[in-house]
């Protein structure tokens, strides 16, 4: 097995990142699980969304996650691709609006 900067097993011991600030910790903790309850959005709906944005900030961890929390929850295998085209989409035209901000820094420095 090849060894990587990511090891699997940490991502069990995220409930012990409040170790060394109980009370930060527990704060975002309430608030983590709040998110993440029923509301507006169903929270097979929710874990969706969170396995499109795991792959858009690009954290191994949460993708790990998500992924087994979407299959738990009955999300397909395609559900969850389609969902990582559409992070993919709008990850991409992010950075093409951002061509704009180019285009007008050429266009003021040719005057």
Not at 26 to 43: Q, W
Request: hydrophobic share 40%; glycine share 10%; net charge negative.
């Amino acid at each position: 097995m090849q060894k990587t900067y990511y090891d699997p097993a940490d991502l069990k011991k995220f409930g012990k990142i409040s170790e060394w600030n109980e009370e930060l910790g527990a704060k975002f903790f309430e608030y983590y699980g709040k998110v993440f309850e029923e509301g507006a959005l169903t929270e097979r709906e929710k874990s969706l969304i969170a396995l499109a944005v795991s792959h858009t900030i690009q954290c191994p961890y949460c993708i790990d996650a998500y992924t087994g929390d979407g299959l738990q929850r009955g999300i397909t295998k395609e559900e969850m691709m389609e969902a990582l085209h559409v992070a993919a989409a709008i990850r991409g035209g992010a950075s093409l609006v951002h061509g704009v901000q180019m285009m007008n820094k050429v266009n003021k420095l040719d005057m």
